[in-house]
């Protein structure tokens, strides 16, 4: 038997790699071999710090008698979700049909063609409260499709294309308006656990993304309670279990209604998009709990998933060795002197672009608003490494990477919407441009080319994915286009929008405000009915109902001069300064003159003539590129 996941990219993919099953990596290779042998495949989806993927892994897996099973009547093809975002979304979606209960391990039955006629998750070894053993599964999927192969066949061909017509339609619907915002407001109050906080009943999540909607700065006195409610929630968060008070950094989600019992993996996903929404409520309201809870994500991220090459991986593993015995939250449930002697659980190391992007943009706002330099210098060394190690000669970027490895796994639209974004922010962060406009590129990539012709270049929600995808899933039919759902994070939709409404904000560039609009209009349908599963839509449509409001203060070309400064003057921009950090303006830099014009020069608009005066900081307050007279005084400075 062939070992073909030993030289695997992903980690999770080489923890299978001596397992008695004779796995195949994901690609055409498997389907063909499929077609030649006339048997199905077993797609298993997963991802390294998945923990019911590794007890799967233990169970079944690792058992010769289910494996000569799967060897006898199938292809086994094991997938990482987070290297293959589009082969997990596909297969998501199709596994809908069969069971409600989604998550991973996501065991999807196939057809040579790619098409799924049965999915189920994690399934034990032998028969558990009535729940078939592994083996029942396998054994019922062979009679399928040796006694039933062409009801089969028909089934998971049918399926697949209403698949394929129902998630590539758009929904040109029109933008929200503020009375749409608000009763979306109201939808998620009522949704409120008012007893424990959060939102529902058990398990409790995080819903990073929903705070993206509720804390954006909006008129009006439901908006007012949208953040009151952010505010309570990201408290209760931060004294809850859900939060690793050694460490810092949030857990998955928690079993209980009260917070307790957490699944105790750390992603970079959640701890990115929660850095920012602390960041953000201590913006808005600053408080001793929003920037302790802030500063311990930040700790987690640069001091366990940040690896050598800069880049930060993709999650830390919720099991670990204690007292000899593999256990599920055992580190976690120590305090910092218990942990002393243990070995931490294992951080999955692969950098994945988007989620780079994430915790870019995470890092370099929060090092303006919290002043911490160090900070941002852990997110200038992400991006470099990510632009260094995944972005192409030709400016198309890899998905992921591992120690300088490329994944020859195709980019999606996440990843050039969230490193974009990310990429901004660090440059407003900064002040250099060259960040900015390698973020422009990236998203003018995924804008049309109206004299393009090839399939590739289909538009969904005004954008196209270069390279077009997975080639696999493009050839099976499989692939979704555009796909709005959110879940733990932004899709790579919104995430567009998200980086094309900032780029407009800086030019005043209308495609790209065309952009954004059309990323909230293909999801607005379905973000009004489930407002708590699209913040980042919501919050994008927030942003486009009231004018761009733009903060540029800009400092004369100087080193510090020390003792010899003018007393005023340095008090007068230490108050500047300071003033900045609480704003909550679409766009907010601090730069110098040199910079100010570097922006300018390379078509930032909102930077142009922009000069400091009398020697000291100087602000200028604009709405829509229409800006206020220049200010030195920050008693000047009118609020947002």
Not at 67 to 88: G, I, N, Q, Y
Not at 129 to 153: I, K
Not at 257 to 278: F, G, I, K, Q, S
Request: hydrophobic letters at 40%; a negative charge.
């Amino acid at each position: 038997m062939t070992n073909r996941l030993a030289d695997a990219m992903s980690p999770y993919l080489r923890s299978h790699a001596e397992q008695p099953v004779d796995w195949y990596p994901w690609g055409p290779e498997a389907f063909a071999e499929a077609a030649r042998r006339d048997v199905p495949l077993l797609v298993s989806i997963g991802y390294s710090t998945c923990h019911w993927c590794h007890v799967m892994a233990r169970e079944s897996f690792s058992d010769e008698r289910i494996a000569e099973l799967l060897r006898r009547d199938f292809v086994a093809v094991k997938v990482d979700r987070e290297e293959h975002p589009d082969v997990d979304a596909s297969y998501l979606a199709a596994a809908g049909a069969f069971t409600r209960d989604l998550g991973w391990p996501l065991n999807v039955f196939v057809t040579p063609r790619g098409h799924v006629f049965h999915a189920g998750t994690y399934s034990p070894p032998v028969p558990l409260r009535g729940h078939p053993s592994f083996p029942q599964v396998l054994e019922a999927v062979r009679v399928a499709w040796t006694e039933r192969r062409e009801q089969v066949v028909a089934s998971a061909d049918g399926l697949a294309r209403a698949i394929a017509e129902t998630m590539s339609s758009t929904d040109d619907a029109p933008l929200p308006a503020p009375a749409d915002l608000d009763a979306a407001i109201v939808a998620v109050e009522a949704l409120e656990d008012q007893e424990l906080g959060g939102f529902g009943t058990a398990p409790k999540f995080p819903m990073a993304p929903l705070f993206d909607f509720l804390l954006t700065p909006r008129d009006g006195e439901t908006a007012r309670r949208g953040v009151d409610l952010a505010q309570r929630t990201l408290r209760t968060m931060g004294a809850s279990a859900l939060r690793d008070p050694v460490e810092g950094g949030f857990f998955r989600y928690a079993v209980n209604r009260d917070w307790t019992e957490p699944h105790y993996e750390r992603m970079l996903t959640d701890n990115a998009l929660l850095l920012t929404a602390y960041t953000r409520a201590w913006a808005e309201r600053p408080s001793s709990w929003a920037a302790s809870v802030a500063a311990g994500i930040a700790e987690f991220l640069i001091g366990t998933l940040q690896q050598p090459s800069g880049g930060f991986g993709s999650a830390q593993d919720s099991e670990s060795v204690v007292d000899g015995v593999r256990s599920e939250g055992g580190y976690y449930r120590r305090d910092a002197d218990g942990r002393a002697t243990l070995t931490p659980p294992a951080v999955d190391s692969k950098v994945l672009t988007g989620w780079n992007g994430l915790a870019i943009g995470a890092l370099s706002e929060a090092s303006t608003v919290f002043d911490r330099s160090e900070w941002l210098e852990s997110a200038r060394w992400a991006a470099d490494a990510v632009l260094e190690d995944h972005l192409g000669s030709d400016g198309t970027l890899a998905r992921a990477s591992l120690e300088e490895r490329r994944s020859g796994a195709a980019a999606d639209l996440e990843d050039y919407g969230m490193l974009a974004e990310g990429l901004l922010r660090l440059g407003l962060a900064t002040g250099e441009v060259r960040y900015a406009e390698v973020a422009r590129d990236l998203v003018d990539r995924c804008l049309p080319d109206e004299t393009a012709t090839d399939a590739s270049s289909a538009t969904v929600a005004g954008f196209i994915l270069p390279g077009g995808g997975d080639p696999v899933l493009s050839a099976q039919g499989m692939r979704i286009d555009g796909d709005p759902s959110e879940g733990a994070y932004p899709s790579g939709i919104s995430s567009l929008g998200r980086a094309s409404l900032l780029l407009y904000q800086l030019t005043g560039d209308g495609r790209f405000r065309d952009a954004a609009e059309g990323a909230v209009r293909f999801a607005a349908a379905a973000a009004s009915s489930a407002p708590t599963a699209f913040g980042t839509t919501l919050g994008l449509a927030a942003s486009l109902t009231g004018p761009a409001s733009q903060l540029i203060v800009v400092g004369p070309d100087r080193a510090d001069s020390g003792a010899d400064e003018d007393v005023d003057r340095a008090t007068a921009d230490q108050a500047m300064r300071d003033a900045v950090r609480t704003r909550r303006d679409d766009v907010v830099a601090v730069v110098s003159e040199r910079q100010a014009t570097a922006w300018a020069t390379s078509g930032f608009d909102v930077f142009a003539g922009r000069t400091s005066r009398d020697g000291r900081l100087t602000a200028y307050h604009c709405r829509d590129f229409v800006c206020r007279l220049p200010v030195t005084d920050v008693a000047q400075l009118d609020a947002r």
